[in-house]
């Protein structure tokens, strides 16, 4: 049997406890080598393959692991996305959606930069539009508040 490395044992302890509070909600794909967590109705979305732990929103991702030394950062972005409020705001140019800024409201006067997704080519000719959508804490802090805790605490 393959040794299991921690990002990967975080993941499946990640994985465990969002099915424990949100049962068929849940959506787990294995594809490739990769295993795919997603909630049904949201944008949240987490993955992992042999060598990283990859949390994501929307169009937004960022890859963790032990490797880049930023594991314990990657796990604590995931559960903010799961917590807190999250805001998206697309710029689109035509149907060309070329930048989507994915921020995390930390307070009513406080929010965190989870990324910038942009592509270069685009009909930069047409038009502006934003587009501003508001998506709700998935899962209240407080109710799962010492598992994260748990998890958190390496390893």
Do not use: C
Request: glycine share 6%; aromatic share 10%; net charge negative.
């Amino acid at each position: 049997m393959k040794d299991i490395k921690l990002h990967q044992k975080k993941f499946n302890e990640i994985k465990e406890l969002l099915i424990s509070k949100l049962g068929e909600k849940i959506v787990i794909d294995e594809e490739h080598g990769t295993t795919i967590l997603q909630i049904k109705d949201s944008e949240y979305w987490l993955s992992v393959d042999h060598s990283e732990f990859t949390v994501g929103f929307g169009f937004n991702h960022t890859h963790f692991s032990e490797e880049y030394d930023n594991l314990k950062k990657g796990i604590e972005e995931a559960f903010k996305l799961l917590t807190h409020e999250i805001r998206v705001t697309k710029y689109i140019k035509g149907n060309t959606i070329y930048k989507a800024v994915t921020e995390i409201k930390i307070s009513d006067s406080t929010t965190e930069s989870l990324g910038v997704v942009g592509i270069l080519f685009y009909p930069f000719w047409k038009k502006k539009q934003t587009e501003t959508s508001y998506f709700e804490a998935i899962i209240r802090k407080e109710d799962i508040e010492s598992e994260i805790e748990k998890i958190v605490t390496m390893p």
